[in-house]
């Protein structure tokens, strides 16, 4: 079955910088798009970064362009997640996702915290 796994939180100062992965199973992982999100405390999940199958285009947030960078290895069946400039309103569970045919997987999410 499908499996996401995500890895690489912790507790940051601000500035300061984390990566991310995210370890992909079950599906052919070069052949999805992969979505990063997150959910802050109190309030609703939003995506952060998307990176089409092939690596070749990705999407971001405003609030994190320039900031956190999204990329994948086929190779691997991972994609990433580098933060870099981390401020305290990064604060949130990351969670790693892929939609196959109009369902949606997730993994169980890795908490990132960013102290001021």
């Known amino acids: 079955q499908v499996q996401l796994v995500e890895s690489g939180g912790g507790l940051v100062q601000s500035g300061g910088s984390l990566s991310l992965s995210c370890a992909a199973s079950g599906f052919i992982f070069r052949r999805y798009d992969m979505t990063w999100y997150r959910q802050a405390p109190g309030k609703e999940r939003e995506l952060v970064a998307t990176i089409t199958s092939a690596g070749s285009s990705t999407n971001y947030a405003d609030s994190v362009k320039g900031r956190f960078t999204i990329t994948r290895d086929n190779a691997k069946n991972t994609v990433y997640l580098l933060m870099n400039s981390l401020r305290p309103e990064d604060t949130a569970v990351y969670y790693c996702?892929?939609?196959?045919?109009?369902?949606?997987?997730w993994g169980q999410g890795t908490q990132v915290t960013v102290s001021s």
């Open positions: 996702n892929v939609r196959i045919l109009m369902q949606y997987y």
